[in-house]
């Protein structure tokens, strides 16, 4: 029953974004598949959360060096055996930013990921399967970085290839400039 409110959200999107229907049925097959897919200890893979956390005029948003994988993304990260996966995203975003005030800009999934993160240490390699919504800061957008990342920078959604090939960035970016 927890998992249903994801199913939904993710049929929805599904019905949205049909040129994604592929990445969306892998991803509502993986959830119907497993009850404990909230959970880090999955070790075949678990849903993860992530923000495409945007300033207040909406025209840039906030992205991560990400000290483990070095490369530039948006914010996020496991959800921690939190079904509500918006908020574990909301979370991510002021835990990665320092930024306490962010809201949702709505309430659907923005974007959806599937990709493999790599064997480190005495974790076996796992997939992470992203739900991504978009928010906005409220009243600030000074950020602090967190021992999560390199650094973190507030990038031109017109210019995030000067940071980033990763399609999935590029499709985010494209999606917001279209939206």
Same mark, same amino acid.
């Given at each position: 029953?927890?998992?249903?409110?994801?199913?939904?959200?993710?049929?929805?999107?599904?019905?949205?974004?049909?040129?994604?229907?592929?990445?969306?049925?892998?991803?509502?097959?993986? %959830?119907?598949?497993?009850?404990?897919?909230?959970?880090?200890?999955?070790?075949?893979?678990?849903?993860?959360?992530?923000?495409?956390?945007?300033?207040?005029?909406?025209?840039?948003?906030?992205?991560?060096?990400?000290?483990?994988?070095?490369?530039?993304?948006?914010?996020?990260?496991?959800?921690?055996?939190?079904?509500?996966?918006?908020? +574990?995203?909301?979370?991510?975003?002021?835990?990665? +930013?320092?930024?306490?005030?962010?809201?949702?800009i709505n309430?659907?999934?923005?974007?959806?990921?599937?990709?493999?993160i790599p064997?480190?240490?005495?974790?076996?390699?796992?997939?992470?399967?992203?739900?991504?919504?978009?928010?906005?800061? %409220?009243?600030?957008?000074?950020?602090? %970085?967190?021992?999560?990342?390199?650094?973190?920078?507030?990038? &031109?959604?017109?210019?995030?290839? &000067?940071?980033?090939?990763?399609?999935?960035?590029?499709?985010?970016?494209?999606?917001?400039?279209?939206?």
């Amino acid at each position: 029953m927890r998992r249903e409110p994801l199913l939904q959200q993710l049929r929805a999107y599904r019905d949205r974004w049909p040129a994604e229907t592929a990445t969306a049925d892998r991803l509502i097959e993986f %959830v119907e598949r497993h009850p404990d897919c909230f959970e880090r200890a999955l070790e075949v893979g678990h849903v993860t959360g992530s923000a495409w956390l945007l300033n207040r005029a909406q025209t840039r948003v906030l992205l991560t060096h990400h000290r483990k994988l070095d490369i530039w993304v948006q914010l996020g990260g496991h959800t921690d055996g939190n079904a509500d996966v918006l908020d +574990s995203a909301r979370r991510e975003a002021v835990e990665e +930013s320092g930024i306490a005030a962010v809201e949702p800009i709505n309430l659907e999934i923005f974007d959806i990921d599937i990709h493999l993160i790599p064997a480190r240490k005495t974790e076996p390699a796992h997939y992470h399967h992203d739900i991504r919504y978009a928010f906005r800061t %409220v009243d600030s957008d000074e950020y602090v %970085v967190s021992d999560e990342s390199h650094d973190l920078a507030w990038v &031109d959604v017109q210019r995030i290839a &000067d940071y980033t090939n990763e399609a999935s960035m590029l499709r985010m970016a494209d999606k917001w400039l279209t939206r």
